[in-house]
């Protein structure tokens, strides 16, 4: 039981690593030195150790390659903190969508009704990238590259093929695809170093982040991942969504950095355990009786 709370708590801490709280202690590791650790022999092999994970092997960034783990600003490498999303301009049908929606951070687990909070729902995309604030992995294949994320051991699949993004996506006439939570992908190289993702055919029971935007199925997200150099990795996404927002908005940059020993955490949500959890200590607990 106690191994189940805990396990359960984790989780929904995890959730709010975006709060001021982490922002202040991830600006203080970015200040600190970035210099290479001896890394631990006894543990490097099977965990993500944290004496060998901050510098990389340097130089100028490979040509058309992302491949390998990279670690975020929560990750303790010294990575520079997320750069904030804008707050986006809603249309009507935006405002009513996005005022339903209520954020741990704002209603605590007893008063949320996020479907990630309470039932362990799929993150879905973009909010993915936007929570791989610890770690994140790319794998190359002939004719795609996979989006590896940690949290709930989640995968995408960016085509590189040169196909056109799906049409008529959620329509009624047969053969038309159904919508997805992580989406239809496609990329391209811009240069050497700059991968352009276009992505469409969202759910929309899943949100664009922890802020609670909601997004509808004909959402077009915008990814350029930035190879800056061999060690570092820049993110910035765009929403394109004219049903729900009056314009294109940022939803913010992510910076990472190469690991060297390539582990990826197992990063869990576990509905049994957060159900018993919210059981016994979230609901109890009450929600805030107003948004904080």
Known sequence: MRKSFTSAIACL???????????????AQAAQPQQANPPNPASSLWRYDGHNRVVGTGGPAPVHDLSG???????????????????????????QLFSAH?????????????????????????RADNYSIM???FAT??????????????????WMDGRELPKNIGAPAKGSPDPRYYGYSVGHWEADNILVVDTTGLDEATWLNEAGYPHSIDAHVQERFTRIDHNDLQLSITIDDPKLYTKPFSLGTEYFKWVPNQILE???????QVVEYLKAVGDPAGSAASPR
Not at 80 to 85: G, K, L, W
């Open 102 to 126: 209520k954020t741990l951070q704002k209603y605590e687990p007893a008063g949320t009704n996020d479907p990630v909070v309470r039932t362990c729902d799929p993150l879905g995309f973009p």
């Open 135 to 137: 770690e994140m992995a």
């Open 13 to 27: 801490a995890a959730l709010l690593f975006l709060s001021s709280l982490a922002a202040t202690i991830a600006k």
């Open 141 to 158: 294949m002939a004719d795609r590259i996979v989006v590896l994320y940690p949290f709930q051991q989640q995968w995408r699949e960016v």
């Open 69 to 95: 783990s990279w670690a975020g600003p929560r990750s303790g490498a010294g990575v520079p903190d997320s750069r904030q999303a804008d707050v986006p301009s809603m249309t009507p049908l935006g405002q």
């Open 266 to 272: 197992e990063r869990l949500c576990v509905p049994s």
